[in-house]
């Protein structure tokens, strides 16, 4: 029978839970190590519960394809130095192995699956941990995935083309991480997206002394200009190719016989308001 120490030991490699917490749960639990365990995990969901009003604002984005299907998936959490871990490297590839092989319709889905996941990490990690998104996307045979990691996780994207050309796809999927196109083409941008530019232009050009004395005519121009100039910077066809500056992305596409059916990029943490902390609010509110 295996002393309470190489008990302690093993669960410890098992949960990743600190000493005196795998001790106390042998020693509530009998020093059963299944139960024990458990009993780990419950102590972590309590955890999870009392972080609940953290900003998990870090994490990875993934990416990976297998045959005709693709996943792409950002997790957070609430430190850069928990996210550069090995742990919660090895957590985001769980949990990316899980979404593609059981294809979750929605994140509630997901985190369904993945309660037992996410209980365990919190207890070896101590962060409020989350799910924030994912897509999978199916492709047809004749039809080529893309896919790019940048900067370690920072960044992730997946591309779908129409044409069975791994180098190409590769090559647009590094363009869109580095670039941060919204549309394939102009005709993909809505038609609120540009009336609202050209809202805003009309607003601009009214304080441009510039223009005041310039036809109608000659100000819907410019106006038309500028809203075009600002659109093709979020266009993908629009902006010069990461590898050939020389080229539109859309020329390359023309020369390569393909076209863009669907992209995808994950940023981590954009859209979330990261919180700053107040030390000395926070020292003076504990000791009121």
Same mark, same amino acid.
Request: charged share 30%.
């Given at each position: ?27 509530? /639990? $009998? +020093? #059963? ?12 969901? =309590? @955890?999870?519960? &009392? ?14 394809? /297998? $045959? +005709? #299907? ?12 928990? =996210? @550069?871990?090995? &742990? ?201």
């Amino acid at each position: 029978m295996a002393s309470l120490i190489e008990l302690i030991k093993m669960l410890r490699e098992r949960t990743g839970a600190g000493l005196n917490d795998c001790k106390k749960a042998l020693e509530t /639990n $009998g +020093n #059963d190590l299944d139960k024990a365990s458990d009993w780990l995990r419950e102590q972590g969901i =309590a @955890k999870s519960a &009392k972080k609940a009003n953290r900003i998990a604002a870090e994490g990875l984005a993934n990416v990976v394809a /297998n $045959g +005709n #299907d693709a996943l792409i998936v950002e997790v957070n959490c609430e430190t850069d130095f928990v =996210a @550069k871990g090995d &742990k919660f490297k090895k957590l985001v590839d769980d949990i990316t192995n899980t979404l593609i092989s059981k294809k979750p319709a929605n994140v509630d889905e997901a985190n369904k699956l993945l309660t037992a996941t996410f209980a365990d990490a919190t207890v070896a990690m101590g962060e409020k941990l989350s799910l924030r998104r994912f897509e999978n996307v199916n492709k047809n045979a004749n039809e080529t995935f893309g896919a790019y990691i940048h900067m370690g996780g920072k960044i992730a994207t997946l591309v779908v083309i129409n044409k069975d050309d791994k180098e190409l796809a590769e090559n647009l999927a590094m363009h869109i991480a580095a670039n941060n196109p919204t549309y394939i083409c102009p005709h993909c941008v809505p038609k609120e997206v540009i009336e609202s530019e050209k809202k805003i232009a009309l607003e601009a050009a009214k304080g441009d002394e510039k223009l005041m004395s310039k036809p109608q005519a000659i100000i819907d121009k410019i106006i038309e200009g500028k809203v075009h100039k600002t659109l093709s910077e979020v266009i993908l066809h629009e902006q010069a190719f990461l590898l050939d500056d020389s080229k539109k992305v859309e020329q390359v596409l023309k020369e390569k016989g393909a076209s863009v059916i669907k992209f995808i990029r994950y940023q981590v943490g954009e859209g979330i308001e990261k919180r700053v902390d107040d030390f000395a609010a926070e020292v003076m509110a504990q000791a009121k």
